[in-house]
């Protein structure tokens, strides 16, 4: 049983379009994360939610736009994809918001953008 | 900020060999460090974590690091590797903030284990 799951694995699209990566965990934890994964590897934080609520937000351009309609759940919506946006996005949830509290991946959604 | 700094992008074993990876970090208080494994196409898994107490933590899959804040370091090994250990390692770690928790990972290392 899948702990922390997103879909869709992996997205193709054109530049300009507006695609959403949803993310759910089962773990019962109430802080949910996006990073982003760049073609070099490094990865780098964009939101957290605890929750539900906006807790971290790293400088990404408002053109993404996290949701959290439950503590179990947070989406992703991309508007007006660039080129740039094209990498691995990792979906995350840990037990508490505090900085001992591992985190639980997902697999990852590649998203590519063309 | 923190920050976080692995030496090597790229690590190559024999099988049965030492596996050495290397760790370094920055923190103006005492960090919680954590190292995490990713296989292809994959997420990231937990290795193993330090918060306090002993300073030599043991892992998954036979890893263990330790924790040396007079070299600001979490040096990770394995006495003996094995074809399954080809994957990318991260280092890790925890800036607590008063919104919350934010993991600052370093930029990995490859390990490819020769047979």
């Known amino acids: 049983d899948t702990a922390v799951s997103q879909t869709p694995k992996y997205l193709v699209t054109q530049m300009g379009n507006d695609k959403s990566i949803k993310c759910e965990q089962n773990l019962g934890h109430d802080t949910m994360y996006w990073y982003k994964q760049d073609s070099k590897k490094f990865l780098k934080i964009m939101f957290s939610y605890n929750n539900k609520e906006l807790i971290i937000n790293e400088t990404v351009p408002n053109r993404f736009s996290p949701k959290s309609p439950d503590k179990a759940h947070l989406n992703l919506h991309i508007n007006s994809l660039e080129l740039g946006d094209s990498a691995v996005y990792f979906c995350?949830?840990?037990?508490?918001?505090?900085?001992?509290?591992?985190?639980?991946f997902g697999n990852g959604t590649r998203l590519t953008v063309t | 900020a923190q920050s976080v700094t692995q030496l090597g992008s790229h690590v190559s074993v024999s099988e049965g060999a030492l596996v050495l990876l290397r760790c370094n970090y920055s923190?103006?208080?005492?960090?919680?460090l954590f190292w995490y494994v990713q296989y292809p196409n994959q997420g990231l898994q937990l290795l193993l974590k330090y918060t306090t107490g002993a300073t030599l933590v043991k892992g998954i899959n036979g890893f263990e690091a330790e924790f040396k804040k007079s070299e600001t370091s979490f040096h990770l090994t394995k006495p003996s590797a094995h074809m399954s250990d080809a994957a990318e390692y991260f280092c890790a770690v925890s800036e607590v903030k008063a919104a919350g928790n934010k993991l600052t990972f370093g930029g990995g290392t490859r390990v490819l284990v020769k047979p």
């Open positions: 923190s103006s208080v005492p960090p919680y």
């Open positions: 995350a949830s840990s037990g508490t918001r505090t900085g001992e509290s591992p985190l639980h």
